[in-house]
Nanobody, 122 residues
């Protein structure tokens, strides 16, 4: 069982940066693959990034590749999403999720946080 809580969202101007954090509880956190998803108003929730349980291999959506970086600190039970060069189209609620196997699909994730709002103004 893993419980995750996101933080770090807020309002930022286009071109700015934010770092989202996802704090997880559970003794087996280090064995979980972690992912970030987002849902913009009126749109389906979409994949953003994922990282392996070891903090090694990562995968990104094309729309954020080169601007966002996902990282994982097993000692702190925390996963991060560093977001640079933000665009208004990045505005969404960002969700952290945990999975037992690697996946870019929502259905592959077992545990979800409540989300944190990111708003990018033009």
């Amino acid at each position: 069982q893993v419980h995750v809580v996101e933080s770090g969202g807020g309002l930022v101007q286009a071109g700015g940066s934010l770092r989202l954090s996802c704090a997880a509880s559970g003794r087996t956190f280090s064995r979980f693959y972690m992912g970030w998803f987002r849902q913009a108003p009126g749109k389906e929730r979409e994949f953003v990034a994922t990282i392996s349980w070891s903090g090694g291999p990562t995968s990104y959506a094309d729309s954020v590749k080169g601007r966002f970086t996902i990282s994982k600190d097993n000692a702190k039970n925390t996963v991060y999403l560093q977001m640079n060069s933000l665009k208004p189209e990045d505005t969404a609620v960002y969700y952290c999720a945990a999975a037992r196997t690697p996946s870019n699909l929502q259905v592959g994730y077992d545990y979800w946080g409540q989300g944190t709002q990111v708003t990018v103004s033009s």
